[in-house]
């Protein structure tokens, strides 16, 4: 997967084998993310991938990011269940909406997994659902229904495919 012009891939590049399609698709929802998040050329938003080796990713029409901004994507996933614990907890609605809107603002894991549920088109196997997972997939979507077994294997990163 090649960097862009807004991002940058910081992971060698066999951690990332993609065909064309998925490279192209993938970078214009990444240009996209960065500039709405407020990335430029000079100072670019980072990602690294990890190498996947089931389904999609042996025909390289799958990715697996593992970390954005610095940051592993895992490591982002606990500090929102740990916001979310906390607006649960909270003392009144206010405070709740207060803390959700802050996590939602600041944790470039979630508004990445959020941007590339919003570009859409991802792949979707006959049998098998859309092909975006990842530690909010049960939360948020696409496949809200997944199993445990499989939100646990995605617990640590992002996987994509087209």
């Known amino acids: ?14 951690q990332a084998p993609v065909t064309a399609q998925l490279a192209t698709h993938l970078a214009q929802a990444l240009e996209q993310f960065g500039r709405a998040n407020g990335f430029t050329e000079e100072k670019p938003l980072t990602l690294s991938f990890g190498r996947g080796t089931l ?3 042996r025909s390289h029409r799958a990715a ?34 207060s803390i959700i809107a802050e996590e939602k603002q600041r944790n470039l ?3 990445l997994y959020k941007a590339l549920q919003a570009h859409g088109d991802w792949a979707q196997p006959s049998g098998y659902p859309v092909q975006l997972f990842g530690p909010w997939t049960r939360g948020e979507g696409p496949h809200k229904q997944i199993s445990d ?5 995605h617990r640590d990163h992002i996987h994509v495919a087209r």
């Open 55 to 57: 389904g999609l990713h």
């Open 64 to 97: 697996d990011i593992y970390a954005v901004g610095g940051k592993g994507i895992g490591v982002w996933a606990q500090e929102w269940n740990g916001a979310m614990r906390r607006a649960a907890a909270a003392q009144n609605p206010q405070e709740s909406s």
């Open 109 to 111: 894991g979630h508004k």
């Open 149 to 153: 077994r499989m939100l646990r294997a």
């Open 1 to 14: 997967m090649p960097s862009g012009k807004l991002f940058r891939v910081v992971s060698p590049p066999e």
